[in-house]
């Protein structure tokens, strides 16, 4: 036990948090050396390292220590470095009771526990809970919760502290790399925040953390320096400001259905039998580990199963193992892998975008939704194929037609060339010369027709006769000329 009065920063080696600051250069190693995030630091390789299932063996051992951005590792060092650095301070290196006898064994030297013993440990938690994530998780969150949650049990206030010190924390992080920012008002494509997160993974991390805490504190190795309602305090604080009240559920279509309320009473009815637990009780104590059991086993046949990949077919561009696609309102395997159907709660759910799928790996992702390649145009996706960085790049060429849809076609640019998908014909609504103008997209590229006759789309500054209508192709318009008569029919999206 530590020695009355005795400051966090002597029960650390060296008075450093040797284990956060190891398990924090994991995390920067895997992303810049495995994830080549050394060569393109906002754009990691990040498919191959998901936790797809149990047949993809090396995405969830890697999983929990990847991730798919510079703001998604950023974000996870820093929960790393606030909450590891509090719990690593009150857990210590020093063994309890030391004093005159000398450290006996491996366990008990101080060195040991620092370097060898708490990597470990975050190691391991880390890879258990990928092993029990819904969904194909990657990063450190869940880690990051399984911190807070012991700390929360052993130091309330502290953990509550570091809510506020991972903002602090990220703020001065984001002066001191760029203290000057210029900021431009623009549309952007935004999906919900809260269905980019890996809530199940997160509650459960938050949870074993917690029995983890209580196990620490039963050995009485800690005294503990707050009340049962202090933890279950903090537990709902940490519950309400990390999104943990933010159920959700698939609607299609990048539509997502938030029960706010339900969410909310969880976390209040969590925190409860947290201070239940803490003061001892046994059926609060079942009650947490029974949650636990039934939110592991929901991921368990979703990790077994693998997701239904539909034959490739010519318009697929294979890159070594991977298949890149793109596709329109298709069943989302990913989503599906386990079919749910109870009344409005049902898995089988459409999808459209890019998709790219691997039958080996149990991969299935729609990597870049088609609202979003609508939205930039391009897109790109690293892959990794024998352990090198290939960049797949999907482009779409779509015009708007004045009166109706657009007319687009989607196509690889690299690392070769491959037309993908065309959407269906579009005819403009005006009539010149008793005439209507269709755009139709093709695997090579566009064509127009009208009174009879299909000519390609003339390149900029030329024009095509389509019996009494002129096309003139400008930069981002088409014209169409009549006697009289002259309309812009197509333009260009930007």
Same mark, same amino acid.
């Given at each position: 036990?530590?020695?009355?009065? +005795?400051?966090?920063?002597?029960?650390?080696?060296?008075?450093?948090?040797? !284990?956060?600051?190891?398990? =924090?250069?994991?995390?920067?190693?895997?992303?810049?050396?495995?994830? #080549?995030?050394?060569?393109?630091?906002?754009?990691? &390789?990040?498919?191959?390292?998901?936790?797809?299932?149990?047949?993809?063996?090396g995405g969830m051992l890697i999983a929990p220590f990847a991730h798919v951005s510079p703001g998604h590792l950023i974000g996870n060092l820093v929960g790393l470095v606030v909450f590891g650095t509090m719990l690593e301070a009150t857990v210590g290196h020093y063994p309890p009771h030391r004093g005159a006898v000398g450290f006996q064994t491996l366990r008990q030297n101080p060195w040991v526990r620092a370097v060898l013993i708490g990597p470990a440990v975050i190691g391991l938690v880390g890879i258990g809970l990928s092993l029990i994530a819904l969904?194909?998780?990657?990063?450190?969150s869940s880690v990051v919760f399984w911190l807070m949650g012991v700390l929360v049990v052993l130091r309330p206030v502290i953990a509550v502290i570091g809510l506020l010190a991972t903002d602090a924390v990220r703020v001065t992080y984001l002066a001191v790399v760029a203290p000057v920012v210029g900021v431009t008002a623009e549309v952007q494509f935004v999906t919900p925040w809260f269905a980019e997160i890996a809530l199940q993974a997160h509650a459960v991390g938050l949870l074993i953390?917690?029995?983890?805490?209580?196990?620490?504190?039963?050995?009485?190795s800690i005294t503990a320096d707050a009340p049962a309602s202090y933890v279950g305090a903090g537990v709902m604080l940490i519950g309400i400001d990390r999104g943990l009240? *933010? &159920?959700?559920?698939?609607?299609?279509?990048?539509?997502y259905i938030l029960y706010r309320a339900i969410g909310v009473a969880m976390v209040?009815?969590?925190?409860?039998?947290?201070?239940?637990?803490?003061?001892?009780?046994?059926?609060?104590?079942a009650l947490i580990?029974?949650?636990?059991?039934?939110? =592991?086993?929901?991921?368990?046949?979703?990790?077994?199963?693998?997701?239904?990949?539909?034959e490739e077919t010519d318009r697929s561009l294979t890159v070594g193992s991977y298949s890149v696609?793109?596709? +329109?309102?298709?069943? #989302? =395997? !990913?989503? #599906?892998?386990?079919?749910?159907?109870?009344?409005?709660?049902?898995?089988?759910?459409?999808?459209?975008?890019?998709?790219?799928?691997?039958? *080996? #790996?149990?991969?299935? &992702?729609?990597?870049v939704s088609a609202d979003e390649l609508a939205f930039e145009q391009a897109a790109q996706i690293p892959l990794a194929v024998d352990g090198q960085r290939v960049q797949v790049e999907v482009v779409i060429d779509r015009w708007q037609v004045l009166g109706n849809d657009s007319a687009y076609r989607v196509r690889a640019t690299t690392p070769s060339r491959l037309p993908l998908f065309e959407s269906p014909m579009s005819t403009a609504a005006p009539r010149l010369a008793d005439q209507q103008i269709t755009l139709v997209p093709t695997p090579d590229g566009f064509d127009v027709r009208s009174g009879g006759?299909?000519?390609?789309?003339?390149?900029?500054?030329?024009?095509?006769?389509?019996?009494?209508?002129?096309?003139?192709?400008?930069? +981002?318009?088409?014209?169409? +000329?009549?006697?009289?008569?002259?309309?812009?029919?197509?333009?260009?999206a930007s």
């Open positions: 036990m530590p020695l009355r009065g +005795e400051s966090p920063r002597r029960r650390l080696c060296a008075r450093v948090p040797i !284990s956060t600051v190891l398990v =924090a250069a994991l995390l920067l190693g895997v992303y810049l050396l495995i994830q #080549d995030g050394l060569t393109a630091w906002t754009a990691p &390789i990040s498919i191959p390292y998901r936790a797809w299932g149990y047949q993809h063996v969904g194909p998780v990657i990063g450190f953390g917690v029995l983890t805490g209580i196990a620490i504190r039963n050995r009485g009240w *933010a &159920i959700f559920f698939y609607d299609g279509g990048g539509t209040a009815m969590v925190a409860l039998l947290v201070v239940g637990a803490v003061r001892g009780d046994r059926r609060a104590r580990v029974t949650t636990v059991i039934i939110l =592991a086993a929901v991921a368990v046949p979703y990790n077994v199963v693998a997701p239904a990949t539909a696609s793109y596709a +329109e309102s298709v069943p #989302d =395997a !990913s989503v #599906d892998r386990i079919p749910v159907r109870m009344g409005p709660l049902s898995t089988a759910v459409t999808t459209s975008g890019v998709i790219v799928t691997d039958r *080996a #790996d149990g991969v299935w &992702i729609t990597a006759q299909t000519r390609p789309l003339p390149a900029v500054n030329e024009t095509v006769q389509l019996g009494a209508v002129v096309l003139r192709t400008q930069e +981002e318009h088409v014209v169409a +000329e009549a006697p009289g008569v002259e309309v812009v029919v197509f333009t260009r």
